[in-house]
């Protein structure tokens, strides 16, 4: 049993290095590439992005690369909507973009790269 729980947790770790190297890239990445930058064994990659390309959590293109899959955008508004600081940011926003007619955008920030988390765009006016 306690090997199990070992095993279960360097599958999570390599779950989320795969996660981690998809975000660092920011862009699809071929396998062979992603196997390198996770250092992971190339069947655990393999058998990984399959089981999560089944739950959406992962898409390979038409040349095989991997990226983020459609579900992960679900998630991702889930954590928008329940984030007291994003949702406040949003407000002020919407508040900011009526009153002076211009696109706004608000952005987290990480170390890595700026991921965009809210963005509001002036609707264009007729003339």
Not at 40 to 60: K, N
Not at 104 to 111: I, N, V
């Amino acid at each position: 049993m306690p090997d199990e729980k070992v095993s279960r947790a360097r599958g999570v770790d390599r779950v989320i290095d795969i996660f981690r190297q998809l975000h660092i890239a920011g862009r699809p990445m071929a396998m062979r590439d992603l196997i390198e930058a996770t250092g992971a064994p190339r069947s655990s990659v393999y058998d990984l992005v399959s089981l999560l390309g089944d739950a959406g959590l992962l898409e390979l293109d038409a040349d095989g690369a991997v990226f983020f899959g459609r579900e992960m955008h679900y998630y991702g508004a889930d954590y928008m909507a329940h984030n007291d600081l994003i949702r406040r940011a949003h407000q002020s926003m919407v508040e900011i973009v009526a009153r002076h007619g211009k696109p706004f955008s608000f952005a987290c920030w990480k170390a890595i790269s700026t991921p965009w988390c809210c963005q509001k765009v002036m609707p264009i006016r007729s003339r």
